[in-house]
């Protein structure tokens, strides 16, 4: 899956000399709307990267995706932290910057998760993750769980989406993989929801329709009911993978399923 954390530390570092000053693609900054939108940092060799993303659904629960909080130790990292700050890499070289402030707590992975081939379930790999925190962190709102299956009832039609991450970024939609630029700061753009099936539902992120979208370094992010002034703070999905070049679909694993809403209602009430 395309988004996963390791992948993300993997291309930070191939673009440490890119100087890219942006995030999620096709989008904006997110200028402090969604401050419980956060960053997973991860530490290898003593470099701290941005890793994945999540939201913070109670004081100490921090959503996130299963791929994210796995097989960490195998690909070498030392350390895992959540940051809420806006700005993460002030200085555009693929690091984490010293200051920003690292919260400590233990991950949680769905123990049904696996991916397809490896004793996963192709049709549901209960991509879902938390990381609890050692100590809560007061705000004045914090991301909702929906109501047992929602997506179901929306019409994709006319409904609007909003997704924020920390993960790469282009704003060129005419070539590839090159125009990939590094994720610095938290990010948000709005979205078309294109089809549901089972436990996934898939966003449109084709900026030749408006939508943007997601990339490297945003799995485990939110994707929250409504735009603009119609924007709500519910995390319907967490974003799991997409298209190669972060220009086309946006696929994510939905968190109002029975499964899903298993395992969450561990962590944080469930409505």
């Given at each position: 899956m395309r988004k996963a954390g390791f992948l993300a530390l993997a291309l930070a570092a191939a673009l440490l000399a890119a100087g890219g000053i942006h995030a999620i693609t096709f989008g904006e900054n997110d200028n402090g709307r969604h401050p419980f939108v956060g960053s997973l940092v991860l530490e290898i060799d003593g470099d701290r990267f941005q890793g994945c993303s999540g939201t913070l659904v109670s004081p100490t629960v921090f959503l996130t995706a299963?791929?994210?909080?796995?097989?960490?130790?195998e690909f070498g990292v030392t350390g895992a932290w959540v940051t809420f700050d806006e700005v993460i890499?002030?200085?555009?070289?693929?690091?984490?910057?010293?200051?920003?402030t690292l919260r400590t707590g233990t991950g949680h992975v769905d123990?049904?998760?696996?991916?397809p081939g490896a004793g996963g379930n192709a049709a549901d790999p209960h991509d879902l993750a938390v990381f609890v925190l050692n100590a809560p962190v007061a705000m004045a709102a914090y991301g909702q769980l929906p109501a047992a299956g929602l997506v179901d009832r929306i019409d994709k039609r006319t409904a609007r989406f909003t997704t924020v991450g920390y993960g790469t970024v282009r704003n060129d939609k005419t070539r590839g993989g090159q125009t990939f630029e590094l994720g610095t700061r938290r990010k948000m753009a709005t979205q078309e929801l294109l089809?549901?099936?089972?436990?996934?539902?898939?966003?449109?992120?084709?900026?030749s329709t408006g939508n943007g979208g997601t990339c490297f370094g945003d799995s485990g992010g939110p994707h929250f009911l409504g735009a603009g002034a119609s924007e709500t703070r519910i995390v319907l999905a967490v974003t799991v993978t997409g298209d190669r070049f972060c220009r086309a679909t946006d696929k994510t694993y939905r968190v109002d399923t029975p499964q899903a809403r298993a395992f969450l209602d561990d962590f944080v009430a469930v409505p």
């Open positions: 299963g791929h994210c909080l796995t097989g960490l130790e890499d002030a200085d555009a070289d693929g690091l984490v910057d010293p200051g920003v123990p049904d998760w696996g991916f089809s549901v099936s089972g436990p996934w539902a898939t966003f449109s992120m084709n900026p």
